[in-house]
């Protein structure tokens, strides 16, 4: 395999528009003549599909949900990234640029990182163009907040519903494009496969939803715009259809998959109740802004939060990150919670997994009015949820799966190791590192669908002219008998366990010695204990019901199933890397005082792994990281 | 807690359909409504019966997706809640639940009580945007909203395009969806130019798809788990009434 990022030369600030110029362009007359598949209709898909076709080329748009419109960045609550320095307190391109390969912990590449923060401000003025409602000082200006891992303010918010309204924008101008007729849309379509001729990618292989049938698409290129595995824990922040599988199944046709062992885990969710939970839900972190998070210092402490004396409580990260405090990073934020109810300081009812995030002194501070205006939504759904009232009783929070900076690994045109095949949003690996900073993943999307792909495909379709293969072709035929061989194995195994029993069981094991921080031991274990689960699944997995119907079971399987083999590239990443980096915590790896520890002369390269056949181990291949720009420091918030 | 569920039971669009009854056993009051229909299914698996399809992706209450009908009301009993929020305090021990799909000829039954409503985004469709591409628009900051503005906006544009609105109303009216997005989009400057067409196009497309009409029963504000306010509707019928005065 070839690993050749396509990263300019020249002068950092010069790349891009370099690269632009150095670009083959498509003669506008000939754009319709090129056909794209998109999978996926998030913030990346959506924008990109609706950029696609405003530019005249011919579009194909897929994904599982009933309507674009409920794509999961839907969820996205507290805000989006830009370098507008509209608060006039320090920001730049380049600060933001900064930020976010050191928040990254130095293991992203800085040319694509560089470039994000480049055209950040482009997607601000391209959603207010939009009639994104996003929140207004009183002078009729765009307002601000900051967010964890910055110390300027230049995070842009609709509400707590930013996600919603970015999303909602980039649907409409979609719908423009279906309305026009230059896409195509096929909701309620899960891609099943990819399929590759001639070392191209050249289309895809879906089932329908809702009447079972398996259908293949040809095009000039496919774009997966199909979002994070974090459902790889089982429980996370994400919807429960998010899976792994489109990414997988490209994965599988040789599409290398990068740092599959960097998954965040956000510190302010909701604690687990019971066996049952489903899921878990995000409280935003802007909450940290004015929240202060603690436990008692007493272990097991039951007294109700509001009779703990003031010197009775540890603040610890106020203690322990003096400088950023309550907004240190995610990473340090979540495993220092960890830490003190893994220590029995915990609160909460199930297993004490859980710590006080207490905005009592901002309501006293601000008054109740302004708490309201700022997190009403999010105080709403938390007493929705628990049953208590977070105006009277502190709430608590636990880490949980949010985020998955590991993708498949794309170059600096957003191009998988297949030809043909691009990969964009939180389903590629390309910016941020080891670890995401707040309110940079939905900027990221929109980055990639409206201002850098609809560049970089036309490149790769200039240079690679018309394909003239259709989906009578023999590979398509192919991968059709695979995806309906192995959907009649599913459904003819007829065990004991269901697959969402399987998948909470993978869950634990996944969680457990890949989570929040990870060691040999451990990692070898899992290593043992996924196969024989996959093992299992395949012997034993009962799904009722028939394949050309609607049956939610057998798509749960099917994602299942996926997982049950991805699950073993992450340990063989996190057991490869040797270090901490990030939200890779691997305890061999730690200082005096527990923080991680990087290893930049081994490790810093970026981990591509090739498919070796199931249950093998990949091939690893690197990508070495080099920085020209910036100075690797030790990252430190104390 | 034990309850007793009727559950409506459709194989798929040309299937009769029927009411179900079934056991929800050990359920606890800390899971939400879609957790014990999870531990409900989970049974059935095991009883070789085919699960309740339901849907259903964010269970946080801002996808939309999930869309049913509890003892009549839709999204259940708590106000300005998702059903995929609402959680199991609000039901004690013994009680009977009647489980339905969103009834209107607009939103037909795909299978159980999942419902095709494909037509919200046709409508959208129809006019639910500002025509600008990619690209060549001003800085962000060159408009001033005042704040007051952005505000009823974002009100208006919180609507998640559940369909309780149209479950809810007797005529099975789409209005209030309709009146969100038209007045979002009105509430804005950037709305302006395509104000007029927008609302008549919006309207027109709502009729096309057998939606009825709006003859304020104000059931759908009742139902919104986004709490959108009927004053948008009102508001929509002057837009729709200047829009038609003036022509384009
Ligand atoms: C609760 C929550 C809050 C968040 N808050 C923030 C925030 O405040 N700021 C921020 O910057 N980021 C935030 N994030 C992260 C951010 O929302 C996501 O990273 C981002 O929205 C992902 O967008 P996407 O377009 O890549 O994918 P998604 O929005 O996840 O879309 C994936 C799409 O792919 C489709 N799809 C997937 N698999 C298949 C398949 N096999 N076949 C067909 N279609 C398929 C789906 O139907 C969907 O349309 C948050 C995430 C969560 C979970
Ligand atoms: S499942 Fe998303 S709103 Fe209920």
């Known amino acids: 395999m070839k690993f050749d990022a396509q990263i300019p030369s020249g002068p950092l600030a010069e790349k891009w528009d370099k690269h632009r110029f150095e670009m083959k362009l498509v003669n506008p007359s000939n754009k319709r003549k090129y056909k794209i598949i998109i999978v996926g209709t998030g913030l990346a898909g959506a924008s990109a599909a609706a950029s696609f076709a405003e530019l005249g080329y011919n579009v194909s748009v897929f994904c599982y949900q009933d309507s674009p419109r409920r794509a999961h960045s839907i969820a996205a609550q507290g805000g989006i990234n830009a370098a507008k320095n509209y608060q006039n307190d320090g920001d730049s391109i380049f600060r933001l640029f900064y930020d976010t390969i050191k928040g990254g912990d130095f293991r992203s590449r800085e040319a694509n990182v560089y470039r994000l923060a480049q055209v950040s401000n482009n997607i601000i003025d391209q959603c207010v163009a939009q009639g994104v409602p996003f929140a207004r000082e009183y002078g009729g200006t765009l307002a601000n907040r900051s967010f964890g891992g910055a110390q300027v303010s230049r995070t842009f918010y609709a509400r707590g519903q930013t996600g919603q309204q970015l999303l909602l924008s980039a649907y409409s101008a979609l719908l423009r494009q279906i309305a026009s007729g230059k896409v195509k849309m096929y909701p309620r379509s899960e891609m099943l496969d990819l399929v590759v001729v001639n070392d191209r990618a050249r289309g895809i292989v879906v089932r329908n939803l809702i009447n079972g049938k398996i259908s293949s698409h040809a095009a000039d290129a496919v774009v997966l715009a199909t979002g994070g595995y974090g459902n790889v824990f089982y429980l996370s922040t994400n919807a429960k259809g998010c899976n792994v599988t489109a990414a997988y199944r490209a994965y599988k046709k040789g599409a290398a998959f990068a740092n599959p062992c960097y998954t965040q885990i956000h510190p302010t969710c909701i604690p687990v109740t019971g066996e049952y939970q489903s899921k878990l839900t995000l409280m935003s972190e802007s909450l940290r802004n004015d929240g202060r998070i603690w436990v008692p210092k007493k272990k097991g402490d039951t007294r109700p939060p509001n009779e703990i004396p003031e010197d009775e409580r540890d603040y610890f990260l106020e203690r322990k990150y003096p400088s950023f405090g309550n907004l240190a990073p995610r990473d340090i934020s979540s495993r220092s919670a960890k830490e003190v109810c893994d220590a029995g300081y915990g609160v909460g009812h199930y297993k004490g997994k859980g710590v006080y995030l207490d905005l009592s002194d901002a309501i006293k501070r601000l008054g109740v009015e302004v708490i309201k205006d700022r997190y009403g939504n999010l105080f709403d759904m938390y007493e929705r949820i628990t049953g208590d009232n977070p105006y009277e009783v502190p709430m608590r929070i636990y880490p949980a799966s949010h985020y998955t900076m590991g993708g498949l690994w794309v170059d600096y045109n957003l191009m998988s190791t297949i030809p043909g095949l691009f990969v964009i949003g939180e389903a590629n690996f390309s910016d941020h590192g080891a670890n995401r900073l707040g309110a940079s993943a939905l900027m990221q999307g929109l980055a990639d669908g409206y201002f850098i792909i609809p560049y970089t495909i036309g490149n790769y379709l200039a240079r690679s002219g018309n394909s003239d293969i259709n989906a009578d072709h023999s590979e398509f035929k192919a991968s059709e008998k695979t995806v309906e061989e192995q959907t009649k194995k599913l459904l003819s195994i007829n065990g004991k366990k269901t697959a969402d029993s399987f998948h909470r069981e993978f869950g634990h094991i996944i969680w457990e010695y890949c989570g929040m921080s990870r060691n040999e031991a451990g990692l070898k274990k899992a290593l043992e204990e996924i196969p024989a689960l996959r093992e299992e699944f395949w012997n034993n997995v009962k799904i009722v019901g028939s394949g050309s119907e609607l049956n939610q079971a057998l798509e749960r399987a099917g994602r299942v199933a996926d997982f049950l083999e991805f699950g073993e590239i992450m340990c063989y990443d996190a057991l490869n890397r040797k270090e901490s980096c990030g939200a890779h915590f691997r305890e061999e790896y730690q200082t005096e005082e527990g923080e991680a520890k990087r290893d930049d002369k081994h490790y810093s390269y970026v981990s591509a792994w090739e498919f070796n056949g199931v249950g093998k181990e990949p091939i690893l291949h690197k990508e070495p990281l080099v920085f020209e720009n910036v100075k690797l420091s030790t990252r430190s918030y104390k | ?248």
């Open chain 2, 1 to 248: 807690m034990n309850l007793t569920l009727y559950v409506w039971r459709q194989k798929n669009a040309q299937d009769k359909g029927r009411m179900e009854k079934y056991d929800a056993k050990n359920i606890t009051s800390h899971m939400s409504f879609l957790e014990m229909l999870d531990v409900v299914n989970e049974d059935l698996i095991h009883q070789n019966i085919e699960p309740i399809a339901f849907d259903h992706d964010c269970r946080e209450g801002i996808c939309g997706t999930c869309s049913l009908m509890i003892n009549g009301i839709p999204h259940g009993p708590q106000r300005a809640t998702t059903v995929c929020q609402l959680h199991m305090r609000y039901f004690k021990d013994g009680d009977t639940i009647y489980i339905e799909p969103w009834r209107s000829r607009a939103f037909p039954i795909v299978r159980d009580l999942i419902v095709d409503r494909s037509a919200f985004d046709r409508i959208m469709q129809a006019g639910g945007f500002i025509s600008v591409n990619t690209g060549g628009v001003p800085d962000a900051n060159s408009i001033p909203i005042s704040k007051k503005d952005a505000d009823t906006a974002m009100d208006a544009a919180a609507c998640i395009g559940c369909g309780a609105c149209v479950a809810a109303c007797p005529n099975a009216s789409a209005m209030l969806f309709i009146a969100a997005k038209v007045s979002h989009f009105a509430s804005l400057p950037q709305g302006q130019i395509e104000r007029k067409e927008r609302v008549k196009k919006m309207i027109a497309h709502m009729d096309k798809e057998g939606f009825g009409n709006c003859t304020n029963y104000y059931e759908c504000e009742a139902a919104c788990p986004k709490e959108i306010s009927v004053k948008f509707i009102a508001k929509m019928n002057r837009e729709y009434f200047k829009a038609s005065l003036t022509g384009r």
